[in-house]
């Protein structure tokens, strides 16, 4: 028997752009924990992708914890998936931390006969096989308990609480703009709702790669959302940075390339005039108990929360435009631009509006189309956020409650 070890793979493959930022999928076909002749349990883990894991056992109750950095478990039937009858439950979680989490607890006592990583090097795919043996509980607690991969409940839930808090310290709110009965920019057959989604999906999961923050998407599916809609998200999820993503169009005249709105202070469009008319006053400043005040009083208050903001906000758009123009996309004739979004109205959230490419110009709707493209986007946008975020910090501009 092969006594179970903390089992660790860190991957390097060789996948194509596309794959390096999609986040890895537990796949349905080719997935179970099931019950084997002689007594045996196997569990196969099918993944769109190889990745980094470990695997560990929890003392109460006796489950097998299975870590991934990073695995959606999308359309997963727990159900489904546990063919045995030695398993009580399997339960799935996304842990704060950027790594997910796959809990099988047994009914009785198991030990591990032996835990592979298969990848095919054609697609990245990846399955992993385990293979438990069944024992009896003397058995496991000597072989396991003092061992580093074995799990203490109250060990866990103040490791995951650790997490938590460290996680939390750095959170960006990504909105892909319209949506649902609002599709936006449309050309050749593609709506912009549609296209900036998955952008917005893109430079999600290479923040999650790349760096401890949390990020959140306004959006996650094909629905409409409001401007003040957007702007509350940000504001209830605490938000350190927001950014929303669209992709311009022209009736006339020829426009291409990336472009990055700011906030302008001389912009008076009647959107943001509705906005600021309806908008609830501590919603747009959400650090400050406005009851009581007078208009006029939350007027000042609300500018100079956005002086404090503006300088932080021109800093990131510096960082995006000096990134984007290293590594990846062509530049708009004037990359950096001011005007009154109202979605960029939260006065304490350093916020931008990217206009990804003119989806009136055949060059930049083929690179919004194309994964590669938005792969290498977001990697860029991602960079430039990191840099940002690192300087931001040290200029004592960050704060967090």
Known sequence: MINFIYTVFFLILATPAASEVSLARLLHENSFAKDRLFGDLEINLSLSQGVPYKISFLEDPISLIVDFNVVSFDGINSQELNQSKNIKLITFEELSSNWSRLSIQFKNFWNIENTEMRVDPNDSSATISILLKSVSEEVFKSENINSKNFLKSENLEQKEKSAVIENNEFIVVLDPGHGGKDPGAEADGYREADLMLELATAVKEKLIRNTEFKV????????????????????????DLFISLHADAVIEGEASGTTVYLLGDNATDKMSAQLASRHNRSEILKDVDLTGIDSQVTSV????????????NEALASFILQVFKEKITKLSSQPLRYASFSVLKSPDIPSILIEAGFM??????????????RVDFADALSDAILRW???DKQQKFFKKE
Request: charged share 30%; hydrophobic share 35%.
């Open 216 to 239: 959140i998407l306004t959006r996650n599916e094909d629905k409409f959302l409001s401007l003040d809609d957007r702007i509350r998200i940000a504001a209830k999820s605490g938000a």
């Open 301 to 312: 208050l609300i500018d100079l929360a956005r002086q404090e903001t503006k300088p932080r």
């Open 360 to 373: 009136s110009t055949s060059s930049d709707l083929q690179n919004l189309i194309t994964p590669e493209w």
């Open 389 to 391: 975020q690192i300087k």
